[in-house]
């Protein structure tokens, strides 16, 4: 299964990869200074919460895309059952 993004939506998912990835490269820096235990953990939550709204917007894009446009009812509940198996464990 292969799904297209919109340019735009494509770009806007990739930068805020990079915001994400620059968060992660800030706790590694906070880490190897020895910066006080409680800011770490501000921008781990940071990240966290940021990471937790990319997977939220690929989740909205791959139901709307994929799921309700699919190409028949029947491959609709085959891109449904396997999204639900990825979804129990997105949410543990």
Request: aromatic residues 4%; glycine residues 2%; proline residues 2%.
């Amino acid at each position: 299964m292969k799904h297209t993004h919109h340019p735009k939506e494509k770009m806007a998912l990739i930068v805020r990869l990079r915001r994400i990835r620059g968060q992660l490269q800030a706790v590694e820096r906070m880490l190897e200074a020895d910066t006080d235990c409680v800011k770490v953990m501000m921008q781990v939550v940071s990240a966290r919460s940021a990471l937790k709204s990319f997977g939220d917007k690929i989740i909205q894009s791959h139901m709307h895309e994929c799921i309700e446009h699919a190409e028949s009812p029947v491959e609709s509940r085959k891109y449904l059952s396997n999204f639900l198996t990825v979804l129990e464990r997105y949410v543990t």
